[in-house]
């Protein structure tokens, strides 16, 4: 069992930068390959990052890539996402999650176990 916490969220304005931790519990984190994800209401889970267990490789959708870079600290069992410039659009919950399963990364239903999630809200 692995158990994920989320943090780092909040209300910022675009342009600003903002920097996501999850913590995470219960597995040897360096062999874990992580991703995070983002959702709005009414919309799927939507891919953002991942890294594999070992830093390599990584991977961002093109909505992010030249802004955000993930990063893992194995003595921390902490996985990081930093966001710099903000848009409106960036604006959702994010989740990070443990790669469980064979397939692609951008795929949600390839990761098993999901964080609470934190609220990402950028104004314009």
């Known amino acids: 069992q692995v158990q994920l916490v989320e943090s780092g969220g909040g209300l910022v304005q675009a342009g600003d930068s903002l920097r996501l931790s999850c913590v995470a519990s219960?597995?040897?984190?360096?062999?874990?390959?992580m991703g995070w994800f983002r959702q709005i209401p009414g919309k799927e889970r939507e891919f953002v990052s991942f890294?594999?267990?070992?830093?390599?490789?990584?991977f961002y959708a093109d909505s992010v890539k030249g802004r955000f870079t993930i990063s893992k600290d194995n003595g921390k069992n902490t996985l990081y996402l930093q966001m710099n410039s903000l848009k409106p659009e960036d604006t959702a919950v994010y989740y990070c999650a443990v790669k469980t399963f064979a397939g692609l990364v951008r795929a949600s239903r390839t990761y098993n176990y999901w964080g609470q999630g934190t609220q990402v809200t950028v104004s314009s």
């Open positions: 890294i594999n267990g070992t830093g390599e490789p990584i």
């Open positions: 219960g597995r040897t984190f360096a062999s874990v390959a």
